[in-house]
């Protein structure tokens, strides 16, 4: 591969967030210069920018949004904040149907403060699951559980595993709920091929992300998330494996990275897009 125009780039999707520091205008612009045919969003850049306008600007271009993050954070016990939480994800599911996605990440949420409860708070994203399933189902959203890396258990995701997501996504139809395969969360756990397999022959996998796991980890760890072929994740292989499985839909990039998001957006765009081609294709 000798730049990014030798690239397959059929299936490959820049989340937003990898290069958070160009507006959604500047990003469409860009895809357009690289041949890119679909961006994962992300709710309050969105927001900002205005749903509707937003919409309108991705589809004159010609552009699939290939997901939407994010919904979720159903742990809370107290039944004011739940019923809040209920309503945050019915608007991001009405916000993925504006925008034209069918797939809606969601994040778990952690442990609610004070509590050490770990199969409550997997139980309460259930009974929360009960009521937005049929409701995402109605507007053609299908919601992906995100399985989180561990490291995030306590303050951000009870879903730490790929087969945690599925015996929650399992309970409900695989037109309403699914799962996401993302390497940087998931590559650690012996247990994940098995369950890519598993999602993907019930067509549960929903959406397949892309980031590298580099050392040393960033005070936080929110940002460490490297840039592809950076770190210690095959990511080739893990192609192979979801491809294995059934899943023939976008590859999305997300990267949480404060040393790229420092740099110029487009540059680290076409940087991107040649590690795709290669380490990924």
């Known amino acids: 591969m000798t730049g990014p125009d030798a690239v397959d780039l059929t299936r490959f999707s820049i989340n937003q967030m990898t290069v958070k520091q160009l507006t959604l205008p500047e990003l469409v612009d860009a895809c357009a210069v690289f041949g890119i045919p679909g961006m994962g969003l992300w709710r309050e850049p969105v927001r900002a920018y205005g749903v509707e306008a937003a919409a309108k600007l991705v589809r004159d271009a010609g552009l699939a949004v290939t997901s939407l993050c994010r919904g979720g954070f159903l742990t ?15 608007a991001a599911i009405d916000e993925a149907a504006t925008l034209g996605t069918d797939t809606l990440v969601l994040v778990s949420g952690g442990l609610p403060p004070g509590s050490r409860d770990l199969a409550a708070a997997r139980s309460r994203i259930a009974d929360a699951l009960a009521v937005l399933a049929p409701y995402a189902g109605e507007r053609g959203v299908r919601l992906a559980m995100e399985p989180l890396h561990p490291m995030y258990a306590a303050d951000r995701c009870v879903v730490s595993t790929l087969t945690q997501a599925l015996d929650l996504a399992e309970r409900f139809p695989a037109s309403q709920v699914g799962v996401v395969v993302d390497t940087y969360h998931i590559w650690w756990d012996d247990t994940a091929p098995a369950a890519v397999a598993r999602a993907g022959s019930s067509g549960r996998i929903r959406a397949f992300q892309l980031a590298d796991w580099t050392t040393p980890l960033p005070a936080g760890v929110l940002d460490g998330r490297g840039q592809i072929g950076d770190g210690a994740i095959d990511l080739r292989e893990w192609r192979e494996r979801v491809d294995g499985a059934g899943y023939g839909g976008a590859i999305e990039v997300e990267l949480f990275n404060g040393g790229l998001w420092a740099r110029d957006g487009v540059e680290v765009l076409g940087e991107t897009v040649r590690r795709y081609g290669e380490h990924v294709l």
Do not use: G, S, T, V
């Open 76 to 90: 809370a016990i107290e039944a004011a904040e739940r019923a809040r939480a209920l309503d945050d994800n019915r």
